[in-house]
């Protein structure tokens, strides 16, 4: 076992770990953590037998480490070895042949990656363990950033009230389904104006950290706020969530408008049961108030419709890739640079703070862009070097086609308009229209420059990838010709290690 944990930081790291069992029907995994001289170490791991080979080691050079740099957006998985013929030794040699990895970043470095092989009866891994292998990767993140996670041991979290000063939190920041925390948090801040509330203090906690909302009529003092997070700690751990210590607790108080000051009884209800997030209200009320219960109703039939168009996107997300699918099955590196491209508009379009119906949007137009290619001669395109005019003419087709398809299914917001134009570029060179500046629609710009960055440094990419550093120089060279000046840092920021 590595020095980077104690003995029992390793058994919460492969209790997290038996999660790839449960969620991805994994029958392998290992965790392997950044130590001391920047290689990886093996932390922990299940499934692997005796003579399976599973180095105790990965260098920076090791194919492994070289398939996960190039895919650290996200989970990437692996089915036919021919897409990256490196990794044959490695995975032959633990018998198995289909590969998921998952890369674990904290503070913006990835420190962490968890090497997933072969699910059960033989299935093949797709875009649907996405999204589980990645709330995976955030406990992961969130259990390694927590002090004592990748380092000394943390102290046993106690009930104490965090120190006043500490900064207020965003309630939503780093968080799985970060609207739906909005949504509940604007639904708090109007109960709390309610006769008999003297305030309502909303709980986030995900065990690497807790984050409060208290909206209140007059301030707490001392004694109030003691006893709300001695409430909801009590409340919480009987739902079975992980309390961090005091030193991770975020507490913001902002006032209400309300006119109740009589803070006499607390009850608390649990909203949401993790993992990856718990959610507790707490109603501060005077002595006999019969308010807690209706509020905790109407706190709850909110969640449960926000959690609803939750679900509404996700299955919007797996629409776009069943309209994918067909160049999937001949072409997994389309599927590979749909993926990636959707990945980073994603994170743009959250550092950009754009609204959540436009993050959507963006998202799933970054998984589109591309569909249009099914439609074309795409196996002749792709392997011509260089394509000669008929070919190019013909793959300038792929974004009106590609509009025309999503129009034909009705998606919300105007998702042909992102594919028709995502090949226009800043200075009105690009194609179809061309279209320049601000006239270009802005999920059109992302999705140009996130695809670009995957083209330049993808292994699966048409051409011969690049180094990051030198894809960072080609991108600022086009600063301002062909990518929006004010999208470059952004994307520079997400992506740089």
Same mark, same amino acid.
């Given at each position: 076992?590595?020095?980077?944990?104690?003995?029992?930081? #390793?058994?919460?790291?492969?209790?997290?770990?038996?999660?790839?069992?449960? #969620?991805?029907?994994?029958?392998?995994?290992?965790?392997?953590?950044?130590?001391?001289?920047?290689?990886?170490?093996?932390?922990?791991?299940?499934?692997?037998?005796?003579?399976?080979?599973?180095?105790?080691?990965?260098?920076?050079? $090791?194919?492994?480490?070289?398939?996960?740099?190039?895919?650290?957006?996200?989970?990437?998985?692996?089915?036919?070895?021919?897409?990256?013929?490196?990794?044959?030794? $490695?995975?032959?040699?633990?018998?198995?042949?289909?590969?998921?990895?998952?890369?674990?970043?904290? !503070?913006?470095?990835?420190?962490?990656?968890? /090497?997933?092989?072969?699910?059960?009866?033989?299935?093949?891994?797709?875009?649907?363990?996405?999204? *589980? =292998?990645?709330?995976?990767?955030?406990?992961? %993140? +969130?259990?390694?950033?927590?002090?004592?996670?990748?380092?000394?041991?943390?102290?046993?979290?106690?009930?104490?009230?965090?120190?006043?000063?500490?900064?207020?939190?965003?309630?939503?920041?780093?968080?799985?389904?970060?609207?739906?925390?909005?949504?509940?948090?604007?639904?708090?801040?109007?109960?709390?104006?309610?006769?008999?509330?003297?305030? &309502?203090?909303?709980?986030?906690? /995900?065990?690497?950290?807790?984050?409060?909302?208290?909206?209140?009529?007059?301030?707490?003092?001392?004694?109030?706020?003691?006893?709300?997070?001695?409430?909801?700690?009590?409340?919480?751990? #009987?739902?079975?969530? $992980?309390?961090?210590?005091?030193?991770?607790?975020?507490? /913001?108080?902002?006032? !209400?408008?309300?006119?109740?000051?009589?803070?006499?009884?607390?009850?608390?209800?649990?909203?949401?049961?993790?993992?990856?997030?718990?959610? *507790?209200?707490?109603?501060?009320?005077?002595?006999?108030?019969?308010?807690?219960?209706?509020?905790?109703?109407?706190?709850?039939?909110?969640?449960?419709?926000?959690?609803?168009?939750?679900?509404?996107?996700? =299955?919007?997300?797996?629409?776009?890739? @069943?309209?994918?699918?067909?160049?999937?099955?001949?072409?997994? $590196?389309?599927?590979?640079?749909?993926?990636?491209?959707?990945?980073?508009?994603?994170?743009?379009? @959250? =550092?950009?703070?754009?609204?959540?119906?436009?993050? %959507?949007?963006?998202?799933?137009?970054?998984?589109?862009?591309?569909?249009?290619? +099914?439609?074309?001669?795409? &196996?002749?395109?792709?392997?011509?070097?260089?394509?000669?005019?008929?070919?190019?003419?013909?793959? +300038?087709?792929?974004?009106?086609?590609? &509009?025309?398809? @999503?129009?034909?299914?009705?998606?919300?917001?105007?998702?042909?308009?992102?594919?028709?134009?995502?090949?226009?570029?800043?200075?009105?060179?690009?194609?179809?229209?061309?279209?320049?500046?601000?006239?270009?629609?802005?999920?059109?710009?992302?999705?140009?420059?996130?695809?670009?960055?995957?083209?330049?440094?993808?292994?699966?990419?048409?051409?011969?990838?690049?180094?990051? #550093?030198?894809?960072?120089?080609?991108?600022?060279?086009?600063?301002?010709?062909?990518?929006?000046?004010?999208?470059?840092? @952004?994307?520079?920021?997400?992506?740089?290690?």
């Amino acid at each position: 076992m590595p020095a980077s944990l104690n003995t029992e930081r #390793e058994r919460r790291a492969k209790e997290i770990l038996y999660r790839c069992m449960e #969620e991805l029907q994994a029958t392998k995994a290992a965790l392997y953590l950044e130590g001391p001289e920047g290689n990886f170490n093996l932390t922990t791991s299940y499934g692997f037998g005796r003579r399976d080979t599973l180095p105790p080691l990965l260098p920076l050079d $090791h194919p492994l480490m070289e398939w996960a740099r190039r895919r650290r957006t996200g989970p990437a998985y692996l089915n036919d070895l021919p897409e990256f013929p490196s990794l044959q030794a $490695h995975l032959e040699g633990a018998g198995t042949s289909r590969l998921l990895t998952i890369p674990l970043t904290v !503070s913006d470095r990835m420190v962490g990656l968890v /090497d997933v092989r072969d699910k059960s009866r033989k299935a093949r891994f797709g875009p649907q363990d996405v999204a *589980a =292998a990645r709330n995976i990767g955030l406990m992961l %993140e +969130r259990f390694l950033a927590d002090p004592g996670g990748h380092g000394t041991p943390s102290k046993t979290p106690e009930p104490e009230t965090p120190p006043a000063e500490a900064p207020a939190p965003d309630l939503s920041a780093s968080l799985p389904h970060r609207w739906v925390i909005e949504e509940i948090t604007g639904l708090v801040r109007s109960l709390a104006l309610l006769p008999d509330v003297a305030a &309502a203090a909303l709980t986030l906690t /995900d065990g690497g950290s807790t984050r409060v909302l208290v909206v209140r009529a007059t301030p707490l003092d001392q004694k109030h706020r003691d006893a709300v997070i001695t409430h909801q700690t009590r409340v919480l751990l #009987e739902s079975g969530a $992980h309390m961090p210590p005091a030193e991770r607790w975020g507490w /913001d108080e902002q006032p !209400s408008g309300g006119s109740q000051t009589r803070q006499e009884e607390i009850r608390t209800a649990v909203l949401l049961c993790g993992p990856p997030v718990w959610v *507790a209200l707490s109603v501060i009320t005077p002595t006999g108030s019969t308010s807690s219960d209706a509020i905790f109703a109407a706190a709850r039939g909110h969640l449960q419709v926000a959690t609803a168009l939750r679900d509404y996107r996700r =299955a919007a997300r797996n629409l776009a890739r @069943v309209l994918l699918e067909p160049g999937e099955t001949a072409y997994p $590196h389309l599927r590979q640079h749909s993926q990636t491209t959707s990945e980073i508009t994603q994170r743009m379009a @959250v =550092a950009l703070r754009l609204p959540p119906d436009q993050e %959507e949007l963006i998202t799933v137009a970054g998984y589109l862009h591309d569909v249009g290619m +099914r439609e074309l001669d795409y &196996a002749r395109i792709y392997r011509m070097d260089p394509p000669g005019e008929p070919e190019r003419q013909l793959y +300038r087709r792929h974004p009106l086609v590609g &509009a025309r398809i @999503v129009e034909a299914v009705e998606f919300p917001g105007d998702l042909a308009t992102a594919i028709r134009f995502h090949h226009e570029r800043w200075d009105g060179a690009g194609y179809p229209q061309r279209l320049a500046g601000q006239m270009i629609p802005l999920p059109s710009r992302i999705i140009h420059l996130a695809e670009v960055y995957d083209v330049l440094t993808s292994m699966s990419s048409y051409r011969r990838p690049m180094p990051r #550093e030198a894809a960072f120089d080609t991108i600022r060279a086009e600063s301002g010709r062909q990518f929006d000046p004010d999208l470059v840092p @952004v994307l520079l920021e997400i992506v740089r290690p």
